[in-house]
Nanobody, 118 residues
Framework: QVQVVESGGGLVQPGGSLRLSCTAS????????MGWYRQAPGKQRELVAS??????VYGDSVKGRFAISRDNDKSTVYLHMNSLRPEDTAVYYC?????????????WGQGTQVTVSS
């Protein structure tokens, strides 16, 4: 059984930093594309960042501010968020998908709320 579990969300002031973690079990972690997505109220779910075999992709709105990293030995992927803005407020979801699986497919975590506000 595959499980994807996020942690690390919370309330942070504008300009602050936060780190999200996601652990996946029941898969061969190193072979999976691990991604972070977010969804704000009334908006579509969007890609924040993804990582597979050293290749990293970022959404335009977070380039230069967010960084994705992974520890395959711990089956964990991280999202390091810096210079946070109110518009980064959203529920952040972790996704694990096998290569060849369409985006938005695969396995999802339950989501973790990130709120950027003073």
């Amino acid at each position: 059984q595959v499980q994807v579990v996020e942690s690390g969300g919370g309330l942070v002031q504008p300009g602050g930093s936060l780190r999200l973690s996601c652990t996946a079990s029941g898969i061969i972690f190193s072979t999976y594309v691990m991604g972070w997505y977010r969804q704000a109220p009334g908006k579509q779910r969007e890609l924040v960042a993804s990582s597979i075999r050293g290749n990293k992709v970022y959404g335009d709105s977070v380039k230069g501010r967010f960084a994705i990293s992974r520890d395959n030995d711990k089956s964990t992927v991280y999202l390091h968020m810096n210079s946070l803005r109110p518009e980064d407020t959203a529920v952040y979801y972790c996704n694990a998908r096998a290569l060849g699986t369409p985006q938005l497919g695969g396995y999802w975590g339950q989501g973790t709320q990130v709120t950027v506000s003073s």
